[in-house]
């Protein structure tokens, strides 16, 4: 996850052209995906545990992207996200839940929610 996720990454992904594109991480068959919106001057996002939050999405089987707001604030935009840290569970053409906390602990449980049903 420490890749960050172009513009043009992200469009093509978002309009379901995965086999255009893979980000880091990423396959052609994932359906879903988490968007880490984060800046290098945002001080919550640096106290994150993001090792903690990468092994909440692996254990869910969903791959975390990360998005760098100062370098792709149209991604940002797009997805309506209006403070930082974001976290945002999408698929193609569908953004599923948001949520704007800098609790790591919070965050993992948020991603757990969206673990498959047994």
């Known amino acids: 996850m420490r890749n960050f996720v172009t513009q043009l990454e992200f469009e ?6 995965a086999e255009v594109v ?3 991480g990423v396959r052609a068959s994932d359906k879903a995906f988490f968007v880490y919106f984060t800046a290098s001057w945002c001080g919550p996002c640096k106290r994150l545990d993001l090792d903690k939050i990468e092994a909440a999405a692996k254990s869910v089987g969903v791959p975390l992207w990360k998005v760098e707001q100062t370098e792709n604030d149209y991604t940002a935009g797009f ?3 209006r403070s930082l840290p974001t976290f945002v569970l999408m698929q193609p053409k569908v ?3 948001k949520l704007s906390n800098s609790n790591t602990d919070t965050i993992v449980e948020w991603m757990k929610r969206f673990a498959p049903k047994k």
């Open 22 to 24: 893979k980000p880091a």
């Open 95 to 97: 953004i599923v839940d």
């Open 79 to 81: 997805c309506d996200v």
């Open 12 to 17: 093509e992904y978002w309009f379901g052209r």
